[in-house]
């Protein structure tokens, strides 16, 4: 900065040494007033804070002054200039190139690759979550083994439940782009249950941490059809898998039950502003490879009569049974095939046939009061032959805003599970949920959670084996981290 005035200083006693016209003052009066408003405007501006733009300013004015300078020392004016320009005239032109060929030189000039990287990461969402708790079960259970949980599966034992990473570039046909992508990557506890275990999986560990992975086309038809194909999260059921969007910390017995996922091709269609319809044709119920040929479909409906109010209805129905033996983790391939892939059938294989019926409704009764409702109704046959297993459940859910920071919810429970088809026995299970919700900040939140699960029969682990008991009481205290663009739930 120093240096520049002292430029400009030593160029004005040049001017004054060479140039009859004007003292210096008056040369200073002449360059200043020349200079263009929008330019003085700035440099008020400039004189309140931002030292780069006095730098740019007197840049300018060196510039404007050694032209100046110039033309006097060659007073041969070219053919065509103007007989009527004048040396305050010739500054102001000068002066004028100068600030343009300044404010154009600042601003980042970006190639075509450039702008389509910046437009992409601008479009592109990346978001990480940490959701971990310390749990513990009053029946001191052998183990430490909580039973019929789906996250909170330990007591006495501080775990990480679950650490995210969410990719997502999202569709937006309004902006003219209409493809989009996701995928999310889950490591910890949570895992096992999601995806990781073999009750889930022809072959668990290759897709053990891949929880979502889709792309999405939006068809210009109508109001906009949108089509999906790859694994992503199911919608049957209420409750979902990142717990900073629950109610409770922990899940309910219907979340636990019902599939977490699917793997195939799905569509939906805006029927009219208040209704939505979807289709699938998926390999089953969480099944990312098929455990036979047979697919299975949904139909899914989502009515929104207002802003308060979402009504959900869905039927899934399918094959679910394996017609080839598992092989698990078995090193290198004894034959032309990849590793854990199966060859050996199972005969006769099982045909039966599952139906899931699934519906749920929330209303946000107030700013602060949130309502949850929940029924189902699942049938399934192993043969097509054999005598069928049925889960009939329904769950309540409320949660109240009492600050910002503070919110309390609720949940309570009944599911039928005649011939075990959930919890491998015939009974009646219930469950209630008491949580205190405290939100640090938009980022982390931690809750306490007071739960009681009970049967009509004994049913859950004691310290003692073989003794089981018929109720099983749990204390719970989850934290919950986040980062990320993504808006609303994920």
């Known amino acids: ?285 969480q099944q990312t490879e098929a455990f036979s040929g047979f697919k299975s479909q949904a139909f899914v409906t989502t009515y929104k009569p207002n802003q308060t109010v979402t009504l959900t209805a869905n039927y899934f129905f399918g094959q679910q049974g394996r017609d080839t033996n598992t092989v698990l983790n078995p090193g290198f391939p004894s034959g032309p095939t990849q590793p854990g892939l199966p060859t050996t059938n199972i005969s006769p294989a099982p045909d039966g046939r599952e139906h899931i019926f699934d519906s749920y409704v929330t209303w946000s009764a107030t700013p602060k009061l949130t309502l949850v409702g929940e029924g189902d109704y699942v049938i399934n046959r192993l043969y097509a032959h054999s005598s069928p297993a049925h889960v009939s459940a329904g769950a309540a859910y409320a949660r109240y805003q009492l600050t910002p920071e503070y919110a309390v919810g609720g949940r309570t429970e009944y599911l039928s599970d005649r011939g075990g088809l959930f919890s491998g026995k015939t009974q009646a299970l219930k469950e209630i949920t008491f949580t205190l919700e405290r939100k640090f900040a938009e980022g982390f939140l931690m809750r306490a959670e007071y739960r009681r699960d009970f049967s009509n029969i004994p049913f859950f682990l004691t310290d003692k084996a073989g003794v089981l008991h018929n109720a099983q009481n749990t204390a719970t205290l989850g934290m919950v981290w986040w980062a990320g663009q993504k808006q609303g739930s994920w």
């Open 1 to 285: 900065m120093i240096r520049l005035w002292a430029e400009v200083l030593t160029l004005f006693t040049i001017y004054h040494a060479r140039t009859r016209y004007v003292s210096i003052a008056m040369a200073a009066v002449l360059t200043f007033a020349v200079i263009p408003l929008g330019t003085l405007g700035q440099a008020r501006e400039s004189d309140s804070g931002d030292p780069q733009q006095q730098i740019r300013e007197l840049r300018a004015l060196v510039i404007a002054l050694q032209h100046r300078l110039e033309k006097l020392e060659n007073p041969k004016a070219p053919a065509d200039q103007d007989a009527n320009s004048t040396p305050a005239g010739d500054a102001a032109v000068a002066l004028h190139s100068a600030s343009q060929e300044l404010k154009t030189s600042a601003a980042p000039a970006f190639t075509k690759e450039d702008r389509a990287t910046l437009d992409f990461l601008n479009g592109t969402t990346f978001n990480v979550g940490i959701d971990g708790y310390y749990e513990y079960n009053f029946n001191a259970p052998i183990g430490r083994v909580n039973l019929l949980r789906a996250y909170d599966v330990t007591s006495n034992s501080f775990n990480i439940n679950q650490a995210s990473l969410i990719i997502e570039h999202a569709a937006n046909p309004l902006a003219g782009q209409r493809y989009g992508a996701r995928i999310d990557l889950q490591y910890g506890q949570a895992t096992e249950t999601l995806q990781g275990g073999a009750q889930n999986e022809l072959r668990p560990q290759v897709w053990r941490n891949l929880f979502q992975a889709y792309g999405t086309y939006v068809f210009p038809l109508g109001s906009g059809l949108t089509v999906d194909f790859g694994k992503w999260a199911s919608s049957l059921g209420v409750e979902g898998n990142y717990t900073k969007d629950q109610i409770n910390y922990s899940r309910a017995y219907l979340f636990n039950f019902l599939p977490f996922y699917h793997m195939g091709m799905r569509a939906t269609y805006n029927l009219t502003p208040k209704v939505n319809a979807g289709y699938w044709l998926v390999n089953g119920a």
